[in-house]
């Protein structure tokens, strides 16, 4: 078996360079591994590379690691030639579980045994996911933030066939990568993070098509508001902190009985043409001309600046 250990890992390869992919081998090379990246698209290579050379100032200003470099990137004419000297993989490929399905199984078959294959899913359970893999023993939830290269979180799960150990051994290679880990002992949907986020998104979305508020009055109340304590203390340490001297209990004791209103809806709105197109609307309204690259850098240069700020960079 040629599984080393967490801390012996030379090369990650990372299946799909889209947005979360190119994330992922931008932060892998920063860290200084040698990194394979395979991807089917056409152009992938060229927009792989202007993803890594739109990240690298943000990771050159954290600090690369001894012998970090961009020349460590090969990008590979084949799933197998990718795969072959791998010492971990991160598939990272568009979020559909056939597409999934047959994926995992075509890595499986051309990664050396037991390597380790993590998927970057939002919200599929690796259960679901394995069921045309062989040694489906080896394959686990490594689910990233975007962009992955800034945002230190990653949820760790296994599926029902995945070995205890490969849980254990990702958790432990992302940690010594510098992630900061959630390893999770069962399977939720959602996870825990996208869980929460995706109920934050569902209120959004039927405030919007209500008109109760707009795209930009859904950014501001949480940038200048939640948000900005959610960066240090999460919502139930702030909500310790909202109850005063008496701390969550009090909190649970003065507010438990609004948990009763009928605030929230929860159910998914359905995405209509129109709900859809004020969405994307309103974000080019808040975005006023400034391109996505132009996003990516203020955001990059903002989450730098909270990371230092809270001692995490
Ligand atoms: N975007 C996010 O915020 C986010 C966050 C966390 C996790 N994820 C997950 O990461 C994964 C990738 O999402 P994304 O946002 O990077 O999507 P994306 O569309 O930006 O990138 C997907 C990439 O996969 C490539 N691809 C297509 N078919 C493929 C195949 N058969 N094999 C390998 N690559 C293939 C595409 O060419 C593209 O480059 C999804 O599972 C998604 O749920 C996304």
Do not use: C, E, F, V
């Given at each position: 078996m040629s599984r080393v250990s967490p801390a012996d890992v030379e090369q990650v390869t990372c299946i799909g360079a889209g947005v979360i992919g190119g994330g992922w081998v931008s932060y892998f090379l920063a860290r200084g591994y040698r990194v394979v990246a395979w991807d089917p698209a056409p152009n992938a290579e060229e927009r792989l590379r202007h993803l890594v050379n739109a990240a690298w100032p943000a990771l050159t200003e954290l600090g690369l690691a001894e012998?970090?470099?961009?020349?460590n990137l090969t990008v590979a004419p084949t799933l197998a030639e990718a795969c072959a000297g791998a010492d971990f993989v991160q598939e990272s490929a568009p979020e559909d579980l056939d597409l999934k399905r047959t994926l995992l199984a075509d890595i499986s078959a051309v990664t050396p045994e037991g390597v380790v294959i993590s998927s970057s899913t939002s919200g599929y359970g690796m259960s679901e996911m394995a069921t045309k893999a062989d040694h489906a023993d080896r394959l686990v939830v490594g689910h990233p933030f975007n962009p992955p290269y800034l945002i230190p979180l990653v949820e760790v799960v296994g599926g029902e066939d995945t070995s205890t150990d490969v849980v254990e051994w990702t958790s432990e290679f992302f940690t010594l990568a510098g992630k900061s880990v959630i390893k999770m002992s069962r399977e939720v949907p959602g996870f825990v993070a996208n869980r929460l986020q995706e109920a934050l998104w569902r209120e959004a979305l039927h405030m919007v098509e209500n008109g109760e508020a707009t795209v930009e009055e859904i950014d501001l109340s949480i940038t200048d508001g939640p948000g900005l304590r959610w960066a240090l203390q999460g919502p139930m340490l702030t909500f310790h902190l909202a109850?005063?001297?008496?701390g969550m209990a009090h909190m649970l004791d003065h507010f438990?009985?609004?948990?009763?209103?009928?605030?929230?809806?929860?159910?998914?709105?359905e995405l209509t043409p129109e709900l859809r197109d004020a969405v994307v609307e309103g974000c080019e309204r808040e975005a006023d001309g400034r391109s996505i690259d132009d996003l990516v850098a203020e955001r990059d240069r903002g989450v730098i600046a909270i990371l230092r700020a809270t001692g995490r960079a």
């Open positions: 012998g970090a470099s961009i020349d109850g005063g001297q008496g438990g009985p609004s948990l009763l209103s009928p605030w929230t809806r929860l159910d998914a709105p």
